[in-house]
Structures are given as C-alpha cells and as structure tokens.
C-alpha cells in the first residue's frame, strides 16, 4: 500500500505567534518545503461526531488576502459537498454566499485601498 505524508513546520516568535510556516509532501515535486502564510485544517472525529480544526496564520499575513484565504477555502468546500454528496442545493448556497463575499471583498478594496 502506498503511504504519502503531509507536514507542517511552524516557526514560532518569542510570544508564540507563528512567525513561519511551511509544509511539505512526500508527493511533492522536488519533495523540499514550501512557505505559505495560512493554513486551515479539518478533521472529523468519528468517535466523537464533531470536527477538529487547525486554523494557523503567519503574523505578517495581510488581512485581504486572509479574507480571500477564506473565501476561496468556502468555495473549494462547496464542490466537496458536491462531489462527496451529490447535494446541488448546498453547494449552490456556499457557492452564492462565496459570491457575496467575493462582491463585498471588491467593494471594501475600493472603499478602504492598502
């Protein structure tokens, strides 16, 4: 059986705000760890029928494009619903608030510029 394994590195400052994070694949090209600024991970806890989350981002990540982490997180979990389920009716409802969020994220660049 072929095993792959995902990993996450967090570089830490002095009060334990991460500073850094990389993660890594063995599937991978070049199998050498890669930067990113956020990470949000699920898991479902089947004994206890709840979900365990892992919501970390780097101190210097910019708030809009944290925003837009997370509305492109919401929209890549409306076509799960859709694949694992089969359910049109909710991933077209995460799908069109994705598209709220999408319109309220260009009016509020236009309002309030960095």
């Given at each position: 059986?072929?095993?792959?394994?995902?990993?996450?590195?967090?570089?830490?400052?002095?009060?334990?705000?991460?500073?850094?994070?990389?993660?890594?694949?063995?599937?991978?090209?070049?199998?050498?760890?890669?930067?990113?600024?956020?990470?949000?991970?699920?898991?479902?806890?089947?004994?206890?029928?709840?979900?365990?989350?892992?919501?970390?981002?780097?101190?210097?990540?910019?708030?809009?494009?944290?925003?837009?982490?997370?509305?492109?997180?919401?929209?890549?979990?409306?076509?799960?619903?859709?694949?694992?389920?089969?359910?049109?009716f909710m991933s077209k409802e995460l799908?069109?608030?994705?598209?709220?969020f999408v319109e309220y994220l260009r009016?509020?660049?236009?309002?309030?510029?960095?």
């Amino acid at each position: 059986m072929k095993k792959s394994e995902i990993n996450f590195t967090i570089e830490l400052d002095q009060e334990n705000i991460p500073d850094k994070i990389y993660w890594q694949a063995t599937d991978q090209p070049g199998n050498k760890p890669s930067e990113t600024k956020s990470i949000a991970i699920s898991l479902w806890d089947h004994q206890q029928s709840n979900t365990l989350r892992i919501d970390l981002w780097t101190k210097d990540m910019p708030v809009n494009e944290m925003k837009r982490f997370y509305v492109d997180t919401m929209g890549g979990m409306a076509q799960n619903i859709l694949n694992a389920t089969g359910d049109k009716f909710m991933s077209k409802e995460l799908n069109d608030l994705c598209d709220k969020f999408v319109e309220y994220l260009r009016k509020d660049s236009v309002d309030n510029p960095t």
